[in-house]
Structure formats: structure tokens, C-alpha cells
């Protein structure tokens, strides 16, 4: 079975771990996870590891992210979003009041780099338990403020109450809290009441696979689907092995820095290091000591 990413398109109302489950079963392996949740009112890329995939996730996990959001100005809910129980209501007049020049205004005023408050219905977790399983028991934790980087936002569509946004921006930014966040600014509140992702680091929304179509697709055909280790890392500096670079590897022997020849030989840079038919073999790092390289990951074996 061939090892990759597949990009499936999330429906409304199931889980990210249902996700992964269908795939597991559609394909017939055992290996299978997913590099970034997407709560279950929301829809959009779900990256799928296979296999070996699930070396590289975390190098997906850091990656850029653009969502569709529909925001409802004017009712705060406990959760952030549609499916929490509202703890503050506007009047209805205070929205009315707002002309399109004042909302495009506050949203606009959170582009930028940014400390983040987590929602406390989140996947963070505190002393080993997800925060939002305390917050369901009544135990509130306010985790401390993350920096995170929206880089652009572009309102759609303002049919008041609701605003619809375009939000690129960094790995760690909860678009529930920048709705929340927005209607304090505005001071009416606000909740996230819709939710697609559209992009996730090099991988595209246009093509992933709808899960109601993976239930309908045999097992090689899906396969198909699946996009190589080597083909999932272009973002990456990348070295071709001869055979006795690759034997190192295999046997994970240490690299030396005059060994591998690239300009992007850095400590704060990955590097893959494929062979003859562009097969990944190892992601490295150049050590701090500046002459060897540590492993990341290893795929030759």
C-alpha cells in the first residue's frame, strides 16, 4: 500500500476522527491520522497521513491555512461558535447601526501578528485532559495567549447579522476566537456560525475527494489518489542520494555536512533526501555544530 497524503473533503456534522475511520476502512490499512482537526459543524481539506505518511504530519502541522468563515454578529455563545449555548445577546437595533465601513474597519484591524486566546472548548489540553471535556464539567481553563499571524482577511459578503470572511493565516489561529474577538471590538459579540477550510500548507480544497464519494471508490482506485512522500514535501530543499549516501541512510549512519552539497544547509532548515526514482528516504537537518546532519525521519529501510 502506498504511503502519502490523501486530501478528503469534510462534510458538516461528523468528526475528524470518523473521517480517518472511513478512510481506514476504505483503504484496509491500519495507519492512518489526520495533521490538523476540523471541528465537526465545519467542512473542508482534511489531510489525510497514510502508512509512512504519518512521519510527516507534523511538517503540515506549521503550514498556512485559509478558511471560508461566516461570522453572526450580535450573540456570543460559551463555545464560540453555533453550537454553544448563547451567553450574550445584543439589541437587535445595535446592528443595524453599523454600516459596512465600521465592520470592515474592526475586521480588518486583525490582520497582523497577534496573541490569541484559545477558546476554552478546545483540543488544548490542560494536566492531560482536553479542555473542552472540563468545560462540559463546568471547569473553565484559560490557557494563555498564543502569538499566531493573520496575514489577510477579505470580507465576501456582509448580510448583517452575518459576515462572511476569507481568512488566511498561521498554524495555532482559532477562527472561533478571531469571530469572538471581532464582535468585542465591535462591541455587539459575535460567534462563528460557519466554517470551511479551503487550503492547508501546499494542499488545495479543489483536490481533495468528497467522503461520500471515497464510501463509493474501491480500494485502487483511491490509492491513486494518494500523493507521494516525496511529492507532499516539494516545499522542501531536495537532494538526490547516489547508492552510497543511501546505504548510509538505510543503516542510519551519521551524515557529514561534505557529504551533501546544497546551499540550503542550515540549522533551521529541512532537507529531503530522495534517491534515483525521486523515493523519499530520510527528511535531515544540519546540526547545530554545523557539521553533521540529525534525522528528522527515515523512510529507507
Known sequence: MKSGILSIHKPEGISSARVVAQVKKVLGVKKVGHTGTLDPFATGLLLCAINKGTKISRFFLDGHKRYLARICLGVETDTYDLTGKTVFKAQDNTIQDFSNEDI?????????????????????????????????????????????EIFDIRIQKIALPYVDVDVFCSSGTYIRSLAFDIGRKLGCGAHLSKLCRTTSSVFKLEDAIELTALEKLDKTTVEKRIISLSDCLEFMSEVQADRPLAKKIKFGQKLLKNEIETPFAKPDHFIKVVDDDRNLLAVIQLSDNGQDYNYCCVFSS
Do not use: N, W
Not at 107 to 132: C, M, N, R, W
Open 104 to 148: 470592515t474597519s474592526a475586521i480588518t484591524a486583525f490582520i497582523g501578528i497577534q496573541d490569541q486566546v484559545a477558546p476554552a472548548f478546545s483540543a488544548l489540553k490542560h494536566e492531560g485532559q482536553p479542555l473542552y471535556k472540563l468545560a462540559r464539567q463546568g471547569i473553565i481553563i484559560q490557557k494563555p495567549p498564543r502569538r499566531i
